[in-house]
């Protein structure tokens, strides 16, 4: 395990005025693209961030950033009964590279594959410059101990307003939900497995007022240097979530859902391609 000490973010928007290059994007227009019928908005990091960023400006209500890979949306399609949380989430965001194949398979094209460590730690950064407050949920007490102190150490003034695991008994739940209300923090970091963390934030909504909520997993654990980031060759092909199946083999419905789901992409590309030469054969017939 790495010393907190060794935990650093490398970014090339370190050295540039960021800030104006995220008000200068254009969101005016968000595309979106359709996998096995749940809608992801095809977006790049730096156009995830303007959008975030535009939720927190406008302050016109909660909104739910949900970061989804092929495990997850085996769970998210619709007829699934989590199907109703992809469809409320202000962003569906693509995490890993198995839907960038999927989508060029069913003919579309994703922008770009987006870590959400990078996301986090680019808003983290951000929100130290303009003043945006923090709240983190999620994983062990120690684990987010490490994190905050790891975060105040690179991050001075960043604002952090509250900090608590994410192992609840029903007393420790509602002083947790009572702390979010009282600080309305700008941004909350959330660090569950899912399902329960996309359940969990569907019944507090009542708690968040008009905060950003994102879904961070397993990278509060990540950022705190308690778990190891997936190998080079996993990061730089978004095949973080096939890594996390090889390194917990135990968990073996999520092998089961990622084997579903490449033979139903690959089922339905089959189906394209045949209904696409049977148009073809029509037109070329008298």
């Given at each position: 395990?790495?010393?907190?000490?060794?935990?650093?973010?490398n970014s090339s928007k370190e050295e540039r005025d960021y800030v104006l290059e995220y008000q200068n994007i254009d969101i005016s227009q968000r595309d979106k693209i359709s996998i096995l019928g749940v809608e992801i908005d095809n977006l790049t990091r730096d156009e995830a961030i303007a959008?975030?960023?535009?939720?927190?400006?406008?302050?016109?209500?909660?909104?739910?950033?949900?970061?989804?890979?092929?495990?997850?949306?085996?769970?998210?399609?619709?007829?699934?009964?989590?199907?109703?949380?992809?469809?409320?989430?202000?962003?569906?965001?693509?995490?890993?590279?198995?839907?960038?194949?999927?989508?060029?398979?069913?003919?579309?094209?994703?922008?770009?594959?987006?870590?959400?460590?990078?996301?986090?730690?680019?808003?983290?950064?951000?929100?130290?410059?303009?003043?945006?407050?923090?709240?983190?949920?999620?994983?062990?007490?120690?684990?987010?101990?490490?994190?905050?102190?790891?975060?105040?150490?690179?991050?001075?003034?960043?604002?952090?307003?509250?900090?608590?695991?994410g192992h609840l008994n029903d007393a420790r739940e509602l002083m947790v939900k009572e702390a979010i209300r009282k600080t309305n923090p700008d941004i909350i970091f959330i660090g569950m497995d899912f399902p329960r963390q996309e359940v969990w934030i569907e019944n507090n909504t009542g708690?968040?007022?008009?905060?950003?909520?994102?879904?961070?997993?397993?990278?509060?654990?990540?950022?705190?240097?308690?778990?190891?980031?997936?190998?080079?060759?996993?990061?730089?092909?978004?095949?973080?979530?096939?890594?996390?199946?090889?390194?917990?083999?135990?968990?073996?419905?999520?092998?089961?859902?990622?084997?579903?789901?490449?033979?139903?992409?690959?089922?339905?590309?089959?189906?394209?391609?045949?209904?696409?030469?049977?148009?073809?054969?029509?037109?070329?017939?008298?």
């Open positions: 395990m790495k010393d907190p000490k060794e935990i650093t973010h959008n975030i960023l535009d939720f927190h400006k406008k302050k016109e209500s909660f909104h739910h950033i949900l970061f989804i890979d092929p495990i997850r949306l085996m769970s998210m399609r619709p007829g699934k009964n989590l199907n109703r949380i992809a469809r409320k989430a202000s962003l569906v965001i693509s995490e890993g590279g198995g839907l960038e194949w999927a989508a060029s398979q069913l003919g579309f094209k994703l922008k770009e594959r987006v870590s959400v460590i990078s996301l986090m730690m680019d808003l983290i950064r951000y929100s130290e410059k303009k003043e945006l407050t923090l709240f983190f949920l999620g994983s062990k007490e120690d684990i987010i101990e490490r994190l905050f102190f790891n975060l105040i150490r690179h991050f001075p003034e960043i604002r952090i307003v509250g900090r608590h695991s708690y968040f007022g008009k905060s950003i909520v994102i879904g961070a997993w397993g990278n509060l654990d990540t950022l705190s240097g308690q778990i190891k980031k997936a190998p080079d060759y996993f990061q730089l092909r978004g095949l973080t979530w096939l890594w996390r199946i090889f390194a917990r083999p135990y968990r073996f419905d999520k092998f089961y859902k990622m084997i579903q789901f490449f033979t139903i992409v690959k089922l339905e590309n089959w189906k394209m391609k045949r209904e696409a030469k049977r148009k073809a054969t029509e037109i070329v017939e008298p």
